[in-house]
């Protein structure tokens, strides 16, 4: 069984710029995790879908947004990059509430 | 809200001593609490989680934590560290919304 995937692994992009990441989610898992991790930091928690719905989102600016499709695979996309937005951003899929959630290997996302 | 805290930044213990992990939980329900581990430049690992039932819970590669509702902790722990354990370890925190991570534990293990 496939695990969590994510892509791209890195990503380069200069500041002002857009960057979309996106995850697949376990099959049959309908909730996705976003998280961004600084410096091999905390996990700051960034959004939760499931079902196709948005559910909650952390304490982060608009400009970080995203959705998640029928399929249940996910986009995070970030908009007018800051430098301070590089960071491995970690995807997370589960099945139910009480269940572990599974992690992707992440994108690594630098701003220049 | 729900949240976790991890109160040690780091942990250094020898090899075969053991080890000692702290976290403390803050939830409004029943809390589903959870601990990974993370290797450099990886994403995380699941090592066990409690749901129900038992205080003690064993998990993958030893360890094993303890749920104390009256303290509101899960420690994790191990009888006999390996150098290969050292790594970041989380604890996490579900409570009918969205999953919450702790700062993070760097454990090293020294020879």
């Known amino acids: 069984e496939a695990g969590v995937t994510q892509s791209p692994t890195h990503l380069i992009k200069t500041r002002g710029q857009q960057a979309t990441l996106r995850c697949s989610p376990i099959?049959?898992?309908?909730?996705v995790y976003w998280y961004q991790q600084a410096l091999g930091l905390g996990l700051q928690f960034l959004l939760w879908y499931d079902e196709g719905e948005e559910r909650n989102r952390g304490n982060f600016p608009p400009r970080f947004s995203g959705r998640q499709f029928p399929n249940y695979s996910s986009e995070l996309n970030v908009n007018a990059l800051e430098l301070e937005d590089s960071a491995l951003y970690l995807c997370?899929?589960?099945?139910?509430?009480?269940?572990?959630?599974?992690f992707g290997q992440g994108t690594r996302l630098t701003v220049v | 809200a729900q949240s976790v805290a991890q109160p040690e930044d780091q942990v250094n213990v020898a090899e075969g001593n053991p080890l000692t992990v702290k976290c403390t939980y803050s939830?409004?329900?029943?809390?589903?609490l959870f601990w990974y581990v993370q290797y450099p430049n990886r994403g995380l690992q699941f090592l066990l989680k409690?749901?129900?039932?038992?205080?003690l819970v064993k998990g993958s590669y030893g360890f094993e934590a303890e749920f104390n509702k009256s303290q509101t902790s899960f420690h994790l722990k191990k009888p006999s560290a390996l150098v290969s354990d050292s790594a970041l370890y989380f604890c996490?925190?579900?409570?009918?919304?969205?999953?919450?991570f702790g700062a993070g534990t760097r454990l090293t293990v020294k020879p």
């Open positions: 099959s049959g898992h309908t909730s």
């Open positions: 997370a899929s589960s099945f139910r509430e009480a269940t572990e959630a599974f």
């Open positions: 409690y749901i129900t039932g038992d205080n």
């Open positions: 939830v409004s329900g029943n809390p589903y």
């Open positions: 996490a925190v579900r409570d009918g919304r969205d999953m919450r």
